[in-house]
């Protein structure tokens, strides 16, 4: 570390350290951990559900535009960035690079080192030039502070036409495509324009990111370029379909520092400089740093832990929420597409993986907020016709293998959450279960829907027949859930028949001793044994419930099962685990099927099918072995370091699940009640909105101690091994007495299934 760099590390622990004496939380938070490996969080700071997230470039193609290993050269640093996501790459919108030097080449790179990563924070130490980049942000603004090192020309590159993942051909399904940009000189310390790109992950339409850059000093020269050449002293680049910037230079800086504060909008270029002016109006940086901080501190310390926990522990999780809330995106008031009143949130990347845990997770830190999110949806839904399953750019798309928006208005409507039109989300609800999407059924709703009407299964002609099949019955349970309450008979009985389609998809097929899963069966009502490759060499390959499709035979997009296989997805029916237990012979072989799952390595750690899984034990009784399981994936697979992820962290998907089950519950979304389990935890207090407490306490609790031997709320001794949402929100105490051996505690009775209230 250099001089320069050590002291702007202190400077850095000097301007927390007056906050920390009045927190405990926030500064347990590392945003590298999940930035190695497949985690692919973002570096750079944000704000809670923050529109704008500034941080470096590195790697063109990855999701969040960033490589751990610092000698690939960074190319800038972007304001829009996506956390956790797999796929095509989004975003990467309106480039800022710090440099040294004349203003005559346009390409501007550099390898770093002595980064900072902390909650609000990021730097790094631009090897050519010496040059020190700080940034931190506000909820639509981001401020730069660049420390020049070197004696020298000092400039920066503002860039309209960079991007991730950029494709050339129609054939890059995900990239990215250009579509226009503007750059526009202001005035000696101003600088406007657009970035306009199209398509990426979601295959979605054109978007435009408005920038108003201002410097806390004036810069003497500049030069403009479009299409790669230069033009010194032109203030403006017009659209026409061409990559523009500008390079400026900048001499006798005070202390060698430069200040830059950079608004976006999607709207217009006076909206982002209105969002300067109305969220940083001065130059302080600390001052925003420090405010950033505290929005965060005010949501992390509605759960606050034993203050005995190991710090590997307090990071993890502390960590976990921080992840959590990042995405969606609010982005109220900056809805280029319609006004309304009414929040808008975008980047949902997607439902399909943040409706088992993440969601449920907001419910009880900041119920006000999921509230926001579902009242975005339905305004989705009134001005496009349907709520999205994905959703990034101002576009739906693309919905992986369920319409499930649903689950999110049934997990909120059974834990009586206002301020919700719940006969609005019905009637969305019903448009996703009734009314194909037609064209682009990647897009929105349910595709395969004719099958899935008249035959109960979505067929082996569609991609990702088994999945949708799966999440179709799923979905329409949550249907049957929210008409049930609100009265609507004939929607009910409809709805919670189809609740059980998955089974139309059951074959009593023998795998590794376990029988029954759900297979492929064609739209004459036979079951199909093999597939055809849709890639070279084109060969016929058995379907099994093993087979995962990898992309090596068939199209991503095209399997039976999608991100994942018969055997994973065969144990993914939350609402009916009692039917499916049933199906699998009763409790003993579902005991030995489960166990099969995890002892021959079929349960993926890295992905959202099995999310639920290891806690299906609680279903014959058996809770102490879900909290076995539970114990032994995270102590595996989960850290504090840098690839303490172990997947895609999908907005958040992997760290709330991490989160729940250190909690020791663990919800079982759309529905009112969260499992019971060995916590990691040994104390935990939910502040929760109404100003009530529930804590939960594990007395005992050690890594020999690991088995729950009893339970009491409130002080009354509870038999079952899961908990209602409404207990929890009426406060109170939730004691485990923690054993070092298995008890019979949580035998004698069964989780909720096919329970409609």
């Not at 980064?115 to 924070?121: D, P, T």
């Not at 990239?175 to 226009?180: C, E, P």
């Not at 919905?399 to 997990?411: H, K, P």
Request: aromatic share 12%; with cysteine; charged share 20%.
């Amino acid at each position: 570390m250099t001089q320069k760099t050590f002291a702007t590390a202190c400077i850095l622990i000097l301007l927390t350290s007056a906050v920390y004496a009045q927190t405990k939380y926030y500064q347990f938070v590392d945003p590298l951990i999940g930035t190695e490996g497949q985690g692919n969080v973002i570096v750079g700071p944000s704000c809670p559900f923050g529109m704008i997230k500034p941080g470096p470039d590195n790697a063109k193609n990855a999701n969040n535009g960033y490589n751990a290993d610092l000698s690939l050269p960074i190319f800038g640093f972007s304001q829009v960035h996506v956390s956790g996501t797999g796929g095509g790459a989004k975003y990467g919108n309106i480039s800022v690079m710090p440099f040294n030097g004349a203003l005559n080449r346009i390409k501007q790179t550099s390898t770093g080192q002595s980064e900072v990563a902390a909650l609000g924070y990021y730097s790094v130490l631009l090897k050519k030039g010496n040059i020190l980049t700080e940034i931190t942000t506000s909820d639509k603004v981001a401020i730069y502070r660049f420390t020049y090192n070197k004696i020298g020309a000092n400039a920066v590159k503002l860039d309209a036409g960079e991007f991730f993942n950029e494709g050339f051909s129609t054939d890059a399904h995900e990239a990215q495509f250009f579509v226009g940009s503007e750059i526009k000189v202001l005035s000696d310390r101003e600088v406007c324009g657009y970035n306009r790109i199209r398509g990426g992950w979601n295959a979605g339409g054109v978007y435009t990111v408005y920038f108003h850059a201002i410097f806390d000093q004036p810069f003497f020269g500049f030069k403009t370029w479009k299409a790669n050449k230069l033009y010194p002293n032109q203030k403006a680049q017009f659209d026409s379909g061409e990559k523009t910037g500008v390079l400026l230079s900048f001499k006798s800086l005070r202390s060698r520092k430069l200040q830059m504060k950079i608004g976006i909008s999607f709207i217009s270029t006076d909206k982002a400089d209105e969002n300067i002016a109305n969220e940083i109006p001065g130059w302080k940086f600390k001052t925003v740093l420090k405010q950033t901080q505290m929005k965060w501190e005010q949501l992390l310390s509605r759960i606050e832990i034993d203050k005995q926990t190991s710090r590997s522990y307090k990071r993890m999780f502390y960590t976990s929420l921080y992840h959590s809330m990042l995405m969606p995106v609010d982005r109220t008031g900056e809805n280029p597409s319609w006004k309304s009143t009414l929040p808008y949130y975008d980047d949902f990347y997607a439902i399909w993986d943040t409706y088992r845990s993440s969601h449920p997770l907001l419910t009880l830190v900041d119920p006000n907020r999921e509230v926001n999110i579902v009242n975005s949806l339905l305004n989705i839904y009134q001005h496009e016709g349907y709520m999205p399953d994905a959703r990034s750019g101002n576009s739906n798309g693309r919905t992986q293998c369920g319409s499930n928006a649903e689950v999110l208005i049934a997990d909120a409507y059974v834990k009586g959450l206002k301020g919700i039109d719940y006969e609005l989300a019905l009637k969305a609800m019903l448009k996703d279960a009734d009314v194909p999407p037609g064209g682009n059924e990647e897009q929105q709703g349910r595709g395969g829907l004719y099958d899935y009407k008249n035959l109960g299964y979505v067929s082996s002609a569609y991609p990702r027949a088994g999945t949708r099949t799966v999440e179709y019955a799923f979905d329409d349970y949550c249907i049957a859930v929210v008409a049930k309450g609100m009265g609507k008979t004939a929607e009910f009985d409809r709805f919670s028949k189809q609740a059980g389609n998955w089974k139309n998809l059951w074959r009593y097929y023998t795998d590794h001793g376990a029988t029954g899963f759900i297979m492929p069966k064609n739209e004459e009502g036979h079951w199909v044994d093999s597939i055809k490759c849709t890639v070279p060499p084109y060969r016929n390959i058995a379907v099994t419930p093993t087979y995962i499709n990898s992309g090596q035979c068939e199209d991503w997009w095209s399997g039976f099962i999608y991100e994942s296989n018969p055997w994973e997805y065969s144990l993914s029916i939350p609402h009916d685990v009692a039917g499916l237990i049933k199906l699998s012979g009763g409790k003993q072989p579902f005991q030995t099927r489960l166990d099969t799952f995890f002892f021959k390595h079929f349960y993926n750690v890295g992905n959202e099918p099995a999310f639920l899984t290891p806690m299906l034990y609680h279903w014959i009784g058996k809770p102490e072995l879900s909290s076995e399981r539970i114990l032994n994936i995270i102590q595996d697979n989960y850290s504090d370091l840098r690839n303490g992820i172990p997947g895609n962290d999908d907005s958040g998907a992997m760290s709330s699940w991490l989160a729940f089950h250190m909690l020791g519950i663990y919800p079982n979304a759309g529905q009112s009640y969260y499992l019971i389990h060995t916590p990691l935890l040994a104390e935990s207090i939910l502040h929760l909105s109404s100003g009530k407490d529930f804590k939960i306490k594990a007395k005992n609790l050690s890594k020999i101690n690991r088995y729950i031997k009893g339970a009491k709320i409130n002080g009354v001794t509870l038999a079952r091994d899961w908990l209602e949402h409404s207990e929890i929100e009426s406060g109170g105490i939730l004691e485990l007495e923690m054993s070092n051996k298995p008890s019979a505690w949580g035998s004698g009775s069964f989780p909720p299934s096919m329970q409609f209230k």
